[in-house]
């Protein structure tokens, strides 16, 4: 009997749109759901409130909703499952990833991991900062922020979500 096909979050893009976050893959909890950023643990939706990307705190089964602030969602692997560490590299498609962003042109992306960075720009996560990076002219302004899973809690701050939020409000003035 075949396996069933992996889950898959639905991306949550449409053209320009302000910011897309982006994942290295969704945790086991987000797969079972089908919610980005599901699990009780992770501190995505509380960040994104606190920080003044979002007016109120939204909840993760209300993440296409975010669409119609401008804010939309996609993942580096759309069907691989797990911690970033359980994620098989052939799963990983930077490829398909910059041809989402070819195609949708959004202003400014947001990767939500050093992880997820280092797998989009091919070098190790030790090289890349948080906060805004360096930029290409002909692509998005580009985030690198710190995980907000539980599992990565030694390395949280909401400082970069803050930066990425003040640039957010001046660009859409």
């Known amino acids: ?40 643990g992770n501190r995505f939706w509380r960040a994104i409130h606190e920080a003044g990307i979002t007016p109120r705190r939204y909840q993760p089964g209300e993440f296409a ?22 994620i098989a590299a052939e799963t990983i498609d930077v490829p398909g990833f910059r041809a989402k962003i070819e195609t949708y042109r959004p202003r400014t992306i ?27 002219a002909s692509g998005p302004v580009i985030f690198v922020l710190p995980s907000p899973s539980g599992a990565a809690s030694g390395h949280w ?11 957010i409000a001046a660009e859409n003035g």
């Open 157 to 167: 701050t909401l400082e970069p979500w803050r930066e990425l939020a003040e640039w």
């Open 1 to 40: 009997m075949p396996l069933p096909a992996p889950h898959r979050l639905p991306d949550q893009l449409r053209p320009n749109l302000r910011l897309v976050f982006v994942g290295t893959a969704a945790s086991t909890r987000s797969a079972e759901l089908g919610h980005y950023y599901a699990h009780p």
């Open 65 to 86: 909703a975010l669409i119609e602030l401008g804010i939309g969602f996609t993942d580096l692997s759309k069907s691989g499952v797990g911690m970033d560490h359980q």
């Open 110 to 136: 947001a990767f939500t991991s050093k992880k997820a960075a280092s797998l989009f720009y091919g070098r190790p996560s030790s090289g890349i900062a948080l906060g805004r990076q360096p930029r290409d």
